[in-house]
């Protein structure tokens, strides 16, 4: 009895550092050569954004931590300067600048999306890890091999929960760009006001099988509704405050928008669909204040920060580290590197 529970004891610890689980082939997960991360990148608040994530990478990737990254500047109007470059550089990212976002649209997230199927057409890797930048790495990914790999939305926002949403026409039109029929899409909760939707996933963290093309279709797919200025929420009153600030009351209408093309475009190409588990891209904005929950049953690898890494967010940021249970380690490690997103003297 006691030989059992020593050995339990240290499959909980090796599953905890991010070992295999009984009866988990060790060849379940992708090889990091198979995988290429993605990111999006500009010279405004993203570029700091971009480091921080990175050099989590690098840090605490474990296996993965030598894998390539691809940093996209898809407006070359915004591309970095020398020195901006060069510090991406210096942590092995690749920086591309590529004319890929021509809209002038003030939705912010088109830059994901066009920097996504560039990234699938042009790379060898046979998988891409998509990523906003405003996320961090704080333990060792374990990517499984599947078609995709995502999480659910946090709050219903642009979903659809069925036919008496008023949003399912939206959806509806939007399957048809993909080329399917809205009821393919399979019902799930949102992660925090656990509501159930129609298929939704978090854009800001998605692991694709490149030969499958769905970041491509998702591009498809969404410039077809921006070619019918087709959006999920016209005329709402709440301005959507994003990891660079208050994105106006027009990309506020868009929101959610390139969301509902990914999730389209996935199942428009596989139903071997991956939901990680909570310890992957936890919303931290999400889980201040006394009403705050969040069921982690094991150990935070992607967080999610949103706007937290701003001075006046970054005591939110060090309260909800420990609240999640991140190691000392881990929360010295970013309380050292916050200072970078405080904005230079006259900037704005």
């Not at 939901?275 to 150990?299: A, C, K």
Request: charged share 25%; aromatic share 10%; proline share 7%.
């Amino acid at each position: 009895m006691l030989q059992r529970m020593e050995i339990l004891k240290r499959w909980l610890a090796r599953a905890w550092r991010g070992g295999a689980a009984p009866g988990e082939d060790r060849a379940d997960l992708l090889d990091p050569g198979e995988i290429v991360f993605v990111i999006c990148v500009e010279a405004n608040r993203l570029e700091p954004q971009a480091r921080l994530l990175c050099e989590s990478l690098r840090t605490f990737g474990g296996r993965y931590r030598d894998a390539p990254i691809l940093a996209v500047s898809p407006r070359p109007s915004l591309a970095l300067d020398h020195f901006a470059r060069k510090r991406l550089e210096a942590l092995g990212v690749t920086v591309i600048v590529e004319s890929l976002n021509e809209t002038d649209s003030p939705y912010g997230t088109i830059n994901r999306i066009v920097a996504g199927a560039w990234a699938e057409a042009s790379t060898s890797q046979p998988y891409l890890v998509l990523l906003d930048t405003d996320t961090v790495f704080v333990g060792e990914p374990r990517f499984v091999r599947a078609d995709v790999g995502v999480r659910p939305v946090d709050v219903k926002g642009a979903a659809t929960s069925g036919p008496d949403d008023p949003l399912d026409a939206y959806w509806s039109r939007l399957c048809a760009f993909g080329g399917i029929d809205l009821e393919r899409l399979p019902f799930l909760s949102t992660t925090i006001d656990r509501v159930p939707i129609r298929a939704s996933y978090n854009g800001g963290f998605t692991v694709v099988r490149r030969d499958l093309r769905i970041l491509q279709a998702t591009r498809r797919i969404f410039f077809a509704s921006l070619a019918e200025n087709l959006r999920p929420r016209p005329g709402i009153e709440l301005e959507v405050v994003a990891s660079t600030g208050a994105v106006g009351r027009v990309a506020s209408e868009w929101w959610g928008s390139s969301q509902a093309a990914l999730s389209i475009a996935i199942w428009s190409r596989t139903s071997d669909v991956h939901v990680y588990g909570e310890g992957y891209n936890i919303p931290l904005h999400s889980l201040l204040g006394p009403e705050r929950s969040w069921p982690l049953r094991t150990r935070p690898v992607l967080l999610h920060y949103h706007y937290l890494a701003e001075v006046p967010y970054q005591q939110h940021f060090r309260e909800v580290l420990s609240w999640l249970g991140c190691s000392t380690r881990v929360r010295r490690w970013l309380a050292a590197r916050l200072p970078t997103f405080a904005m230079p003297d006259g900037a704005s």
